[in-house]
């Protein structure tokens, strides 16, 4: 199946694709992937460092006739988004992505494709190992980490790298020059609550599935819904007139996805049992037309399920629907100068709750430090409903947008000559590590553009073969067309 992916053009960005692809590399999990790109570059007898977290620095000098041009950086992480459909008995651990060819596009069997950023790392091996593609002096960067709080660009240390201009190649629309991105920063509520043993007599198993998902920063504008969010209106309706105990909910997986799916298993008196089913399934109507755009498969199902030992109390139970209901989710605040673009943001990412323990996560992007630590604020407020402490880890900053650049002037001149037609120059709400790096660089000039990946962060993960193409042209003509040395 990933034979035919290597057979696409270009041809070595395929190859090294389908490569990168057979290797695990969630984030936080890249030591297997930091060895074999650390053997890759020494394997071309370039200089090759691997710093003190794992990022890995792979240096190539100027083609001839380019030594006069400013040297670059290359950038695109080594971690992927590890998400799977619930059904699918795939083990990220140990094997390798399964691809395949659906007309133009490729995608991975009930699994996200790693196309966020293993496109972008399979073109810079491209350029590394080509003998025939011009360009100036470029450090190659593979950050780790990336997903899950960018600690590699956190770590990586001032004067590691002499390029002046940096092409982030972690951009996943083909018409985008990304100039400016927003910040991030997780909260998380964490702790212990009493429970009591089950008054009812009949337990059941409710499910949400069936969402579209997507990533939390660069989707979270498109208004799909959020499994953990839509569980909670379930258990919080149910409620006003039945009497349910909670013994567990179980919803989302990683902060930077939109959640997708949720459990939650309940106790109920045997007599309300038909009740409580014809309630869940009236609100599943009714929120099947709410999503019926932008989640056309979403899905609630109940289930007969054994009896659990123990449920929440009723006054955590309480106060805990209150506080999730309370947690924003989605857009908290549109740009007022940047037309179209979400300034401010929540994602509510994981709920579990069982056995005594609770953990509810956020990510909450903005690319106003001050907006954002107010959303974030709003959000622990929230939380404190239940009693829930918060705590505020893994921040990064945005990165302010300088549209008048002389990289942003080429690509774009460059663009209209090779497409017929002005590119989109513009800053996202999604995180990139451009802010970051930059500010050990601030004289770094720097850019982010890539071809069409849609549906990142979820098993709908693809990326377009003809955009590949095209991106892959344009990339070869800015190389050529780096500027010269001031």
Not at 60 to 88: F, W, Y
Not at 375 to 391: C, G, N, Q, R, V
Not at 445 to 451: A, D, K, T
Request: charged residues 20%; proline residues 5%.
């Amino acid at each position: 199946m990933n034979d035919a992916i290597k057979q696409l053009a270009p041809e070595p960005l395929w190859s090294y694709f389908t490569a990168l692809n057979a290797i695990p590399r969630a984030s936080k999990k890249e030591q297997k992937v930091v060895a074999w790109m650390k053997a890759f570059g020494e394997s071309l007898k370039l200089e090759t460092t691997v710093d003190e977290v794992g990022n890995v620095i792979i240096r190539k000098p100027a083609t001839k006739g380019m030594e006069n041009r400013q040297p670059i950086v290359m950038q695109s992480h080594l971690d992927m988004v590890h998400q799977k459909n619930r059904d699918s008995n795939f083990d990220f651990d140990t094997q390798g992505i399964e691809m395949y060819v659906d007309g133009d596009w490729v995608k991975a069997k009930g699994t996200t494709l790693g196309a966020d950023n293993g496109i972008g790392v399979a073109t810079i091996m491209s350029i590394l190992a080509s003998t025939d593609i011009a360009h100036p002096a470029l450090e190659a960067l593979f950050t780790i980490d990336e997903e899950t709080g960018m600690t590699g660009a956190l770590s990586l240390k001032p004067g590691m790298l002499h390029g002046k201009i940096m092409l982030n190649l972690d951009t996943e629309e083909d018409t985008d020059l990304t100039i400016g991105c927003a910040g991030g920063v997780d909260i998380t509520a964490q702790g212990n609550y009493d429970e009591t043993a089950p008054a009812g007599d009949a337990a059941l198993r409710i499910m949400v599935k069936g969402l579209t998902g997507g990533h939390s920063g660069g989707d979270i504008h498109l208004g799909r819904g959020n499994a953990n969010k839509l569980m909670n209106r379930i258990l919080f309706n149910l409620t006003k007139d039945f009497t349910i105990g909670i013994s567990s909910i179980d919803g989302g997986s990683l902060r930077n996805a939109i959640p997708r799916e949720s459990v939650a298993v309940i106790v109920i008196a045997e007599k309300d049992q038909a009740g409580v089913k014809a309630a869940i399934q009236k609100l599943a109507t009714t929120l099947k037309e709410e999503f019926k755009t932008t989640d056309p498969n979403l899905d609630v199902t109940v289930d007969t399920e054994t009896m659990p030992a123990k449920v929440m109390t009723a006054g955590f139970q309480y106060k805990m629907l209150r506080a999730v209901y309370a947690c924003p989710f989605g857009i908290y605040r549109m740009s007022p100068e940047i037309s179209g673009l979400v300034q401010t943001s929540n994602n509510l990412s994981r709920v579990l709750i069982k056995d005594g323990g609770y953990s509810l996560q956020c990510l909450t992007r903005g690319s106003v430090d001050s907006e954002k630590y107010d959303l974030a604020d709003a959000i622990s407020a929230a939380f404190e409903l239940m009693d829930a402490p918060s705590k505020y880890s893994g921040a990064y900053p945005g990165w302010q947008p300088k549209p008048g650049s002389a990289i942003v002037k080429v690509m774009s001149e460059l663009y209209q000559q090779l497409f017929g037609e002005p590119a989109h120059v513009n800053a996202v709400h999604a995180g990139l590590e451009c802010g970051i790096i930059g500010g050990n660089y601030p004289n770094m000039e720097m850019i982010s553009f890539g071809p069409n990946i849609f549906g990142a962060h979820s098993p709908d993960e693809r990326v377009q073969i003809s955009s590949v193409q095209k991106f892959w042209k344009y990339l070869l003509e800015t190389l050529k067309n780096i500027p010269e040395h001031n």
